[in-house]
């Protein structure tokens, strides 16, 4: 089933906290779950999807929260950010796209892309130069996704998942 002629993007509102935290965990463990250590992705998620850490980025001023709704069904999210840079974009005007995330029964139906699409939007409209995120070189799904949308491995970022710490690729778009 296609969606998009059904499809609409929402900044959250507080009443989305617990919504967030719920697709949050939800969709990072459809997206590493398979690829990860169980014991791992529990303590991570456990640490990461808490009310308290939604409420923390949600009421920074800096941050925004955006929904995607299909029909009737909430089915992606993302989270940006603008209170933090890569060293190699310092000078710079970046914006993080810190998550996004689609619940595994709508990929493949060009959420990801729609999402995506209104979030450089933003980006270009609030001035920034350039769009950067943080992704596991091994999540060649992403990788893939985001080459396709013109982002370049530019640098690294450490992740902290559970016990363990990975260095991350950070890819970057210009926009201007």
């Not at 967030?20 to 998620?45: C, I």
């Not at 929260?65 to 603008?82: E, I």
């Not at 999402?115 to 001035?127: K, P, S, V």
Request: with cysteine; hydrophobic share 45%; proline share 1%.
């Amino acid at each position: 089933m296609s969606y998009e002629n059904d499809i609409r993007i929402i900044e959250a509102t507080p009443q989305h906290i617990p919504l967030l935290r719920d697709l949050g965990e939800q969709t990072f463990r459809e997206a590493y779950a398979e690829d990860t250590d169980t014991v791992n992705m529990q303590l991570y998620l456990s640490k990461t999807f808490t009310i308290a850490n939604i409420e923390a980025d949600f009421y920074n001023s800096k941050t925004i929260f955006l929904l995607v709704r299909c029909g009737d069904t909430w089915a992606a999210y993302a989270l940006l950010r603008w209170d933090r840079t890569h060293e190699l974009l310092e000078g710079s005007s970046a914006l993080l796209l810190h998550r996004i995330y689609v619940l595994k029964d709508f990929w493949r139906q060009k959420i990801g892309s729609i999402l995506l699409h209104h979030i450089i939007d933003f980006a270009r409209m609030n001035g920034y130069e350039w769009l950067w995120l943080v992704v596991w070189d091994q999540n060649l799904r992403a990788v893939n996704f985001y080459q396709k949308w013109g982002f370049e491995h530019f640098g690294y970022e450490k992740f902290h998942f559970g016990e363990e710490v990975t260095e991350d690729w950070t890819m970057r778009k210009r926009l201007i």
